[in-house]
Nanobody
Framework: QVQVVESGGGSVQAGDSLRLSCATSGRTFSSYRVGWFRQAPGKGRQFVAT????????DYRDFVKGRFTISRDNTKSTVYLQMNSLQPEDTAVYYCAAALERDFSPRDATNYDYWGQGTQVTVSS
């Protein structure tokens, strides 16, 4: 069993930055791919970014490319999402999810086995 806990959300102004953290339990963190998803009020859950178990491969949704950076520190069992140039449309609950690395579509939320409770990000104009 893997526990996932997000932190780092908050309320900021447009153009500001935030860094979200995703801390996980378990001794095999380096075997897990991790993804970030978000859900705005009244909308479905959207893929944001993902990072492979080794950290060598990353993928981003178009609307965050160039603004968000996903990274991981396997020695700390933690994944980070650095969010720069935040805009009001980035307002959402951000979720971290983990799955054992295997051949699957990392943009599909249904492929992830472990989810955190989410952290709220609010961006005002």
């Amino acid at each position: 069993q893997v526990q996932v806990v997000e932190s780092g959300g908050g309320s900021v102004q447009a153009g500001d930055s935030l860094r979200l953290s995703c801390a996980t339990s378990g001794r095999t963190f380096s075997s897990y791919r991790v993804g970030w998803f978000r859900q705005a009020p009244g909308k479905g859950r959207q893929f944001v970014a993902t990072i492979s178990s080794s950290g060598a491969y990353t993928d981003y949704r178009d609307f965050v490319k160039g603004r968000f950076t996903i990274s991981r520190d396997n020695t700390k069992s933690t994944v980070y999402l650095q969010m720069n140039s935040l805009q009001p449309e980035d307002t959402a609950v951000y979720y971290c999810a983990a799955a054992l690395e295997r051949d699957f579509s990392p943009r599909d939320a249904t492929n992830y086995d472990y989810w955190g409770q989410g952290t709220q990000v609010t961006v005002s104009s």
